[in-house]
């Protein structure tokens, strides 16, 4: 049974900061791409960053550069995204995507990140 649980979501004042984390279990994570995205009220679901299965190839949203790391463990079989200097407009529910070698793609159920300014 694939799961993804994310955790790590909060309340924070505007300026502080976070860490995501998202434990996999079910398919072979370390030859699985992990991204997280994140979805805001009424708004599409957007890609905030993107790590290649060895870490070696990492992207990140134009909006987060800078201030948001993505990173893994696949000891641990976990992504975590380490979210600094948060403002108002990361307000979202974050979630977490594993693309598998054979491209078959799984979601998290989501944490909320809400930054109060």
């Known amino acids: 049974q694939v799961q993804l649980v994310e955790s790590g979501g909060g309340l924070v004042q505007s300026g502080g900061s976070l860490r995501l984390s998202c434990a996999a279990s079910?398919?072979?994570?370390?030859?699985?791409?992990m991204s997280w995205y994140r979805q805001a009220p009424g708004k599409e679901r957007e890609l905030v960053a993107t790590?290649?299965?060895?870490?070696?190839?990492?992207n990140y949203a134009d909006s987060v550069r800078g201030r948001f790391t993505i990173s893994r463990d696949n000891a641990k079989k976990t992504v975590y995204l380490r979210m600094n200097s948060l403002k108002p407009e990361d307000t979202a529910a974050y979630y977490c995507?594993?693309?598998?070698?054979?491209?078959?793609?799984?979601w998290g159920q989501g944490t909320q990140v809400t930054v109060s300014s």
């Open positions: 790590i290649s299965s060895a870490g070696n190839n990492i």
């Open positions: 995507k594993a693309q598998t070698y054979f491209h078959t793609t799984y």
């Open positions: 079910g398919f072979t994570f370390s030859t699985s791409a």
